[in-house]
């Protein structure tokens, strides 16, 4: 069989949506062609199919209708220009807004904020899932980069943010930085797509919400190909049809979700004393010293508020470090224990095992065969 011309317009480029694409071209002849737009000069019709992620940007926009025209059978994997009719295999964005607010609720928050620097149909579905999952009379502030310094300065912390991608995210806790403000224990920080370069590669690591991108192009190439068969009619159908939803990832948590809400401004203090302080040996008077508190009121103030210790508040917050860099399988167990404010690695595989179940090794070898 004659291998088909495809052209894939992924902007900006996403790994994970190449590594999708090409699972499916080593199961059936393809030749790629990889471009943002084409050029006044290039016809569609040169091409036997077109796998894009459609952004709303007039270029984009231009190309797309070309290819319409053309009649070029397409997969689109956004939902960013709705109004156009093309196949669609696009992530559930609505769906990304609701487990976002679901991580935050669990974590006890109620006050709540969206922040994009840009605004399109994406945005809005993830911005209408997050206010919908939320209990009924939340509000919902939108941050605007133009005037962020501005909101923080007048920010009444605890608040739960909700970025509309990782480098959103990266943003807003750039600027949290800037304005004085704890992330996560006075700003909490959630973006989406899971980039580990982006999300991981911070002073203060990023919590994300997956996307399934490459299973989603994947089953995005495959529909294109099927199309290619298709009669024009039917082809016609589908894109009239609503898009084929991939259901969200799980959330990655790290560093700048990685807190409890608390209104009380003591426990607050407390609990981003202990998370900036985690890796030096810390105990409950130390925390009260760095706080001008006598030990006896913290540890009170402790019971009341959280329920627990200042000991296992520490504990907590070293444990669920430990977890998150034994992700990491490139850096040891002993390198893990110092960052995380273990003595020794022994001490570390105690506390982890009596907490887990398990040793760090054995933990870690779990999560390989996730």
């Not at 943002?36 to 940007?57: A, C, H, I, N, Q």
């Not at 911005?127 to 009924?136: K, S």
């Not at 909101?151 to 995210?169: E, R």
């Not at 030990?295 to 329920?307: N, Y």
Request: hydrophobic share 45%; glycine share 6%.
């Amino acid at each position: 069989m004659k291998p088909r011309n495809i052209l894939v317009m992924v902007a900006p480029w996403s790994l994970p949506r190449l590594h999708g694409i090409a699972r499916f071209t080593k199961e059936r002849r393809w030749n790629i062609m990889m471009a943002d737009r084409l050029e006044k000069y290039e016809d569609p019709g040169s091409f036997d199919g077109v796998l894009m992620t459609l952004r709303d940007r007039p270029d984009m926009v231009r190309t797309a209708r070309r290819i319409l025209e053309r009649g070029v059978p397409a997969v689109d994997l956004t939902c960013e220009c709705p109004s156009l009719p093309f196949a669609r295999v696009a992530s559930d964005n609505r769906q990304i807004g609701a487990v976002a607010a679901r991580h935050f609720l669990e974590k006890g928050f109620s006050s709540f904020a969206w922040f994009s620097s840009a605004w399109s149909n994406v945005h809005a579905l993830r911005l209408a899932g997050f206010a919908d999952a939320l209990p009924r009379g939340s509000n919902v502030a939108r941050w605007r980069p133009g005037r962020l310094a501005e909101t923080l300065k007048s920010a009444v912390p605890p608040i739960a943010v909700l970025a509309y991608n990782d480098a959103d995210a990266a943003r807003l806790v750039n600027a949290c930085r800037e304005a004085g403000l704890d992330v996560p224990t006075d700003i909490a920080v959630l973006g989406v797509g899971n980039d580990p370069f982006l999300c991981e590669n911070q002073s203060t690591t990023i919590s994300s919400v997956g996307q399934n991108l490459e299973e989603g192009a994947f089953r995005g190439a495959a529909l294109l190909d099927a199309m290619i068969d298709m009669p024009a009619e039917e082809r016609e159908r589908l894109g009239a049809a609503p898009p084929e939803l991939m259901p969200p990832g799980d959330i990655v948590s790290r560093d700048s979700s990685d807190t409890l809400a608390h209104t009380d401004p003591v426990v607050r203090a407390a609990l981003v004393c202990i998370h900036k302080n985690i890796s030096r040996p810390l105990g409950a008077l130390e925390v009260a010293r760095l706080l001008g508190l006598p030990r006896r009121s913290l540890d009170r103030i402790f019971a009341q508020s959280l329920h627990r210790s200042v000991g296992a508040e520490i504990l907590r917050q070293r444990i669920i470090r430990a977890k998150r860099l034994l992700a990491d399988h490139g850096m040891p167990v002993k390198q893990i224990a110092r960052v995380c404010g273990f003595c020794n690695a022994a001490y570390l595989t105690n506390v982890f095992r009596e907490e887990t179940g398990l040793s760090p090794r054995q933990w870690r070898k779990s999560l390989a065969g996730k």
